[in-house]
């Protein structure tokens, strides 16, 4: 499993048609089941958290590759764990 922190570049423009994308890119990861639980960050500005689960490194990196801020709009902090204790208590906030 991985645990990707993803953060927009300041310089980056950001505008409702490329926010859409990157929403509808965590959208089509969930449901093909790659990206487990997604979220904004609610301490760091214009940043979110992944917890991915892909086979390999290399599947990651092309999942990552399919994102509008990739590359160079935005900076994908990837780091890879073992889970060995998960909470049935996890749920989402609305």
Known sequence: MYLINIKINPKTKINDEKMAAHRQWFKQQFDAGKFLIVGPSKSV??????????????????????????????????????????????????
């Open 45 to 94: 500005p214009a940043s979110g958290i992944i917890i991915a689960k892909a086979d390999s490194r290399a599947e990651l990196d092309q999942l990552l590759a399919k994102d509008t801020f990739y590359p160079g709009e935005a900076t994908y902090d990837v780091n890879e764990f073992a889970a060995k204790l998960v909470s049935n208590k996890i749920e989402s906030e609305h």
